[in-house]
């Protein structure tokens, strides 16, 4: 007599251990799921929801600055030490990690202007000088040396450029005219760049192609020069104010500008005469912008009391964060490992937020990092459905804020319908369309 009967190997479903979790075997054929697309809607419904509920994204504000904080840089390799200029000339180092101040230098006599942190030095910039001061180990500051415009103008900006080498310090200043480089061991600056007669408002090096410059001018202008060549390399004229850039660390030809018309601009740099995307959503002029160290996203601080998360190839931002008492926003810096940002605005305080406002702080086990993963693989595989874009998507604003949207709704929409009508009522060989990435930009030169 033959028995036919259904062998199993142990090691398939026998755990090795009791603290080892039950070994499960799933048919993935969907012929026997037909509700699977269903239940993973419902799903991505509660983690949108859950996400929602979690999301506490401030983490925690030092307070010991007198007043406005206007300048803030964080340091190239040590993720808690971040570098804040007042108003009142005052700089101070920050440990994060233990919540106190390091240290406190009187650098200038008014507004610091521009900051930049090297590995061993914080250079800083003023009305009155430029000062050059040493990072000791416990990130207190002494003071090295002085330096002064040769024609003494004031600076507005300063950025350092990267290097292997810890002995040499090269950096740029911006003045009233002028764009400077300087050796941080010379007295005099090594090269000078004149292309108009606007003041400066920001200087940025790029992360990769270190000889590659950035400077943006009071007259709606955008500089790029090539520290190996005497001369500038191109410049863009926009219809406002850039009041500051930043390169992406990982795209040596991507920048980013935060513009007076509310509205940030990702230009690629062999092609200036479009921009790569339009980032909107501000309500006010954006301040300032810096990249986070992925380079897939970046912040940025606006007059509106907001700070905004966006992520480098879309239009809207996917987080926006204020409180009560914070007033206008004027720096804004990401961490080093990428999981928290920094704000400083005019009440003195540095606001420090979490980049993922609903992950959690505390230490997790491997099973909650794959479930946190998990849902939001969820929420972005059905981000468009109607449910989970409400939630996902939808960011509760003031209520200054709110009626000051819906105000620029109106414009905007009576703008796009006044063109529209003209579009109709005029010859097609007389309607100029104008492309949204290009409006901003009134010419390029070479």
């Known amino acids: 007599m033959k028995v036919n009967v259904i062998k199993r190997d142990p090691d398939a479903w026998v755990r090795e251990t009791k603290n080892?979790?039950?070994i499960l075997n799933r048919n993935l054929d969907p012929a026997l799921h037909p509700f699977e697309r269903a239940r993973e809607y419902v799903r991505a419904t509660n983690a949108a929801k859950i996400e929602r509920i979690f999301a506490k994204p401030f983490v925690m504000a030092l307070n010991e600055h007198k007043e406005g904080v206007y300048k803030m840089r964080r340091h190239p390799k040590h993720l808690a030490t971040v570098v804040t200029g007042a108003a009142d000339g005052e700089i101070k180092t920050w440990n994060l990690s233990t919540r106190r101040c390091t240290g406190t230098l009187k650098a200038h006599e008014k507004f610091v202007n521009g900051l930049a942190v090297s590995i061993n030095h914080v250079i800083s910039v003023g009305d009155d000088k430029i000062l050059v001061s040493n990072l000791q180990d416990d990130m207190n500051l002494s003071p090295k040396n002085n330096l002064q415009d040769p024609e003494g103008?004031?600076?507005t900006?300063?950025?350092?450029?990267?290097?292997?080498?810890d002995s040499s310090l090269i950096f740029a200043?911006?003045?009233l005219d002028k764009l400077h480089l300087w050796d941080a061991s010379l007295a005099q600056p090594l090269q000078s760049y004149a292309w108009g007669a606007e003041s400066i408002l920001c200087v940025k090096f790029n992360l990769i192609e270190r000889s590659q410059l950035c400077a943006t001018f009071n007259d709606r202008t955008v500089a790029f020069y090539d520290t190996r060549a005497n001369t500038p390399v191109s410049k863009l004229v926009l219809k406002m104010n850039s009041n500051s850039a930043s390169w992406n660390p990982m795209e040596p030809f991507s920048i980013t500008m935060a513009n007076d018309d509310y509205n940030l601009y990702t230009f690629d740099v062999r092609n200036l005469s479009t921009a790569v995307t339009v980032h909107t959503g501000f309500l006010g002029a954006v301040m300032d912008v810096d990249f986070s160290p992925t380079g897939k996203e970046f912040v940025a601080g606006s007059y509106d009391k907001t700070v905004?998360?966006?992520?480098?190839?879309?239009?809207?931002?996917r987080e926006v964060y204020y409180t009560k008492r914070m007033q206008k926003t004027f720096c804004v810096q990401v961490s080093g490992d990428a999981q928290f940002l920094l704000s400083g605005s005019e009440d003195g305080n540095i606001r420090v937020w979490k980049m993922d406002a609903s992950r959690p702080l505390r230490a997790m086990a491997q099973s909650e990092h794959e479930k946190i993963d998990y849902n939001k693989a969820l929420i972005d595989r059905y981000s468009e459905f109607p449910?989970?874009?409400?939630?996902?998507k939808k960011r509760k604003l003031p209520r200054a804020l709110f009626a000051k949207?819906?105000?620029?709704g109106v414009m905007?929409?009576?703008r796009r319908r006044k063109e529209e009508s003209i579009k109709a009522h005029t010859k097609s060989s007389d309607v100029q369309e104008v492309p949204e990435k290009q409006k901003a930009i009134v010419k390029t030169l070479d």
Do not use: C, H
Not at 387 to 392: G, I
Not at 405 to 408: E, I, L, S
């Open 412 to 414: 905007r929409m009576k």
């Open 153 to 155: 103008t004031s600076f």
């Open 173 to 175: 200043t911006g003045g």
């Open 20 to 22: 080892q979790l039950p």
């Open 157 to 165: 900006a300063v950025d350092w450029q990267r290097s292997d080498s």
């Open 405 to 408: 949207q819906r105000t620029f």
């Open 308 to 317: 905004r998360i966006f992520q480098n190839t879309y239009k809207n931002s």
């Open 387 to 392: 449910e989970v874009k409400k939630l996902a």
